[in-house]
């Protein structure tokens, strides 16, 4: 059951520690004093988890930053599609073609 610990805070090593001593508090206390040693940055109480608005809220600003930032290239691709509709795909492949034996 020792190896079982894994505190992610103070206060859930002392409810580890107190699980495994089966309710008896000195041999929880002395198992607490054994693990909490070394382990001085270890935080009071664990963290909060994040809700889902926070985490709605993260994605869409990164969806809106990703957009920001590669507008331009969007811009061109919808460009491009709305060209290759415009015309017949006979043209749009000459085209292409074209371009192709322009750029070798």
């Known amino acids: 059951m020792i190896r079982a610990i894994n505190p992610t805070s103070k ?4 409810n580890q520690c107190l699980l495994i001593a089966q309710g008896d508090v000195k041999k929880a ?3 607490y004093d054994f693990y909490i040693d070394g382990l001085e940055e270890l935080p009071a109480l664990d963290p909060v988890p994040a809700t889902w608005i926070d985490n709605t809220k993260d994605t869409v600003n990164g969806i809106m930053a990703w957009l920001q930032n590669n507008s331009a290239t969007i811009v061109d691709g919808v460009n491009y599609i709305r060209s290759l509709l415009g015309r017949s ?5 000459a085209d292409a073609a074209e371009e192709v034996a322009i750029e070798e």
């Open 29 to 31: 206390r002395e198992l």
């Open 11 to 14: 206060a859930a090593l002392k």
């Open 89 to 93: 795909a006979v043209q749009a492949a």
